[in-house]
Every structure is written in C-alpha cells, then in structure tokens.
C-alpha cells in the first residue's frame, strides 16, 4: 500500500492535473484501458485553475508524481460548456430526500481520477474524504455525471463511497447519470 501525501489543490497544480486528466479521457484511451474508467471532455489548465479557484480541489501524490485529484467547482452558469449547461438546466427537476437539488447549497464534485498504477489502494476514498471534510460547512450537497458506459466509476461512485443516482441525462447522444452526495 503506498503512502499518498494529499493537500488542498491549488491554481500552481492546473498544468499537471490538464496532463494527466488529457491521458484519461475517453477520446485517449482504447476499449480495453476505458474499462478501468475514463473522464469525459478535455482539460485545460486555465480552466482547471477557475475551477479550483472556485470550490476547494485536492490532489494526491506519491513521491513526487501526481497520483490522483478531485476537481470540484461551482461557477457562473455561463463559464461552462454546454453539457454542464444543460445538466444546470436539469438539476431544479431533480430531488434528493424529496427536495430539488437547487434547494441545496451545491457544487460540483468531478472531474475525479486516480492514475492507474495506484487504483485499488483506496486513494479515491482518502480524496473523496479530504473533500467532504473541506467543504463540510461551505456546501450541502456535491452533484456528479458519470457516462453510463463508464461502468468502472459508477460501480466506485455508487457502491465505495455512497453517491446516489438522481437523474439522467442524454446529450449529444451519450447518455450520463446524475449523483449527488451529502457533504456533511
């Protein structure tokens, strides 16, 4: 088991997150390596540094190399793409313990990756927790997607670390399930 050093993330780390968020993203990866999960989009470091300017990230290393980070954010509706957009445009239509999300103090948890030499180690849990305790106080619920061919993430989401499906959402032909989870 190895030994992750995990700290909040600041705007110094963006450069190395875009990095190794880029190898992760479907478009990257064949069949076979999507299968251990994979990002949706593509990242640059600008707007990782906004997003981590917004709500708390955390990143994890092990000696050195950047082994694994949450992203989260909460910007302008306006400083997404369109898919946010449109899950934006959802989120008043779907409830948690019988209220809208948008009833919450919300934001969204994701992009979230764990390099593929350290999975299996319970790195995403440690960051998963590192989040909740930042953001215990500041946020009632964080909000997810997660592509619904991505199998690997969803089985983590749902099952290790408790996010509950709220709703889906079709865009561009590609179907993804909505996650919220209780911060505190």
Known sequence: MSEFTI???SAADAPA?????NQYTYQNLDEEARQGGFLTGSF??????AMLASVPGQVAYY???LAGFVINSKL???RYPPFIQAIN??????LYQQRPVTDYSWFYYGPVLVRQEYRGQGLLQQLFAATKQTLTGHFDLGVAFIAAENAASRWVHTQKLGLEVVGEIDFQGQAYDILVFPVS
Not at 17 to 21: D, G, K, Q, T
Request: cysteine-free; charged content about 20%.
């Open 44 to 49: 640059a470091a600008p707007a990782l540094g």
């Open 7 to 9: 700290r909040e993330a």
């Open 76 to 78: 302008p509706a306006e």
């Open 89 to 94: 445009a959802l989120l008043p239509n779907l």
């Open 17 to 21: 997150l875009a990095e190794l968020a």
């Open 63 to 65: 000696q050195g190399e």
